[in-house]
T-cell receptor
Framework: GQQLNQSPQSMFIQEGEDVSMNCTSSSIFNTWLWYKQEPGEGPVLLIALYKAGELTSNGRLTAQFGITRKDSFLNISASIPSDVGIYFCAGRILTGGGNKLTFGTGTQLKVEL | GAVVSQHPSRVICKSGTSVKIECRSLDFQATTMFWYRQFPKQSLMLMATSNEGSKATYEQGVEKDKFLINHASLTLSTLTVTSAHPEDSSFYIC???????????FGQGTRLTVV
């Protein structure tokens, strides 16, 4: 099935640094979602975006729905050790796709103390 | 927030046997449930979508006779992996949503190991 391209694939950063990751697609999506998954767990929703150009924050996390509707960005400010995990973007096409989500390839974040 | 619970969290079964995984919505009625499979270091791949009371819709390449999905009630969906083989070993995750424009909540996943 289709996957969204996410970059970077992994990041190893210092505590306190800001983090940026993005997700791109060849298809237009109506919804972009960002999830975090920890080892052995299911994904947890962080931010949901429903309109092109929308910029939404959740604490230290900020995500944007690209105006072309083919990309999205997630920024984490002042990273802390508990930010470690795998971050997935997910897109949804409402027309003909029902409520199905297509997941990105994931960005693994490692934080060095 | 809404809670989706999967059981078991881990299961080991012998090759050729069948194993059933349950997905329950604990505090809401799940009109739609989704089943995903995730191989190590890979993304989640949708296997099938099930609406309560109707047959599941399988994604291309997913064998419906091998992965039996039942969504008989508004709080429970089951995935049965029939005649499991080592290549079926994976992390299976369900998600559930209720009617309306709400996002689905994910279960904690089930690690299946076929030996």
């Amino acid at each position: 099935g289709q996957q969204l391209n996410q970059s970077p694939q992994s990041m190893f950063i210092q505590e306190g640094e800001d983090v940026s990751m993005n997700c791109t697609s060849s298809s237009i999506f109506n919804t972009w979602l960002w999830y975090k998954q920890e080892p052995g767990e299911g994904p947890v929703l962080l931010i949901a975006l429903y309109k092109a150009g929308e910029l939404t924050s959740n604490g230290r996390l900020t995500a944007q729905f690209g105006i072309t509707r083919k990309d999205s960005f997630l920024n984490i400010s002042a990273s802390i050790p508990s930010d470690v995990g795998i971050y997935f973007c997910a897109g949804r096409i409402l027309t003909g796709g029902g409520n199905k989500l297509t997941f990105g390839t994931g960005t693994q974040l490692k934080v060095e103390l | 927030g809404a809670v989706v619970s999967q059981h078991p969290s881990r299961v080991i079964c012998k090759s050729g046997t069948s194993v059933k995984i349950e997905c329950r919505s604990l505090d809401f009625q799940a009109t739609t449930m989704f089943w995903y499979r995730q191989f190590p270091k890979q993304s989640l791949m949708l296997m099938a979508t099930s609406n309560e009371g109707s047959k599941a819709t399988y994604e291309q390449g997913v064998e419906k006779d091998k992965f039996l999905i039942n969504h008989a009630s508004l709080t429970l969906s089951t995935l049965t992996v029939t005649s499991a083989h080592p290549e079926d070993s994976s992390f299976y995750i369900c998600s559930a949503r209720t009617r309306g424009n709400t996002e689905a909540f994910f279960g904690q996943g089930t690690r299946l190991t076929v030996v």
